[in-house]
């Protein structure tokens, strides 16, 4: 059952103002991930957990980093499930977890970091993982 | 919202994943909800058997790269199982 929207708001709101496109539809979803070049980061917002209010500023700095993705998406795990669920089909060699991240380039998974790897890490350490995986697929030479 | 945690007071490991090995030779990943006098309780549980599929350490390996492959959404491991825990990942 999806928390009141009012709850979710503000987690919305971090989302998109670090610069993440949010996706609330299906259709939304295959218009950012179907057939698309380049680099996409998919952030999977989550409520509870214990992991998300780290994931999310974690995000955010890995963004302020020279090197970083064309593009940053957002689905909201338990709020916007039929987007999620399809968000998941673009990654579903990994199993569904939330908050969680996808790394995609050129329509290809090559970086994913599990909610096991964030719980319980600073926004900062968690950072440097995706910072690192930015200059490995996301530079120029990449 | 940045830093907002739920659950602040709960136990330390709450919401984080855990490995533990048990007595029965069996290897249990899972959330860490809680630890009382029934044992340790887990949430979305995979489950590893001795001689039942992959050898433990790629079966571990595989959890960690593609997340935990759900076998229980809620498990108790009996305290007398728990051989020890610790974080995953």
Redesign the interface.
């Given at each position: 059952m999806p928390y009141p929207e009012q709850l979710v708001t503000?987690?919305r709101?971090?989302m998109t103002l670090m610069g993440a496109e949010e996706l609330k539809t299906t259709a939304e979803v295959d218009a950012a991930l179907g057939d698309v070049r380049g680099t996409t980061l998919v952030f999977i917002n989550s409520?509870?957990?214990?992991?998300?209010?780290?994931a999310?500023?974690a995000l955010?700095l890995a963004l302020q980093h020279g090197v970083k993705p064309d593009r940053v998406v957002t689905v909201f795990a338990g709020q916007d499930t039929d987007a999620t669920a399809r968000a998941r089909q673009y990654f579903s060699?990994?199993?569904?977890?939330s908050p969680?991240m996808a790394l995609i380039r050129d329509g290809e998974v090559v970086h994913?970091v599990?909610?096991?790897?964030i719980?319980?890490r600073n926004p900062q350490s968690i950072a440097e993982n995706l910072a690192q995986a930015f200059d490995k697929f996301c530079g120029a030479t990449a | 919202?940045?830093?907002?945690?739920?659950?602040t007071n709960r136990q330390e490991l709450?919401?984080?994943?855990v490995v533990v090995n048990g007595a029965s030779g069996k290897t249990y990943v899972g959330?860490y909800h809680e630890r009382n006098e029934r044992g340790v309780v887990l949430k979305?549980v995979g489950i590893h058997e001795p001689g039942n599929g992959l050898p433990l350490e790629d079966w571990l390996e595989r959890q960690?790269?593609?997340?935990?492959?759900?076998d229980e959404r809620a498990l108790v491991v009996p305290n007398d199982e728990v051989v020890d825990l610790g974080?995953?990942?």
């Open positions: 503000p987690m709101a971090e409520v509870c957990g214990c992991a998300a209010g780290n999310r500023p955010s060699d990994y199993q569904p977890s969680s994913f599990h909610r096991h790897q719980e319980g | 919202m940045s830093g907002h945690v739920f659950h709450h919401g984080v994943t959330r979305d960690r790269k593609f997340g935990v492959k759900v974080r995953f990942g």
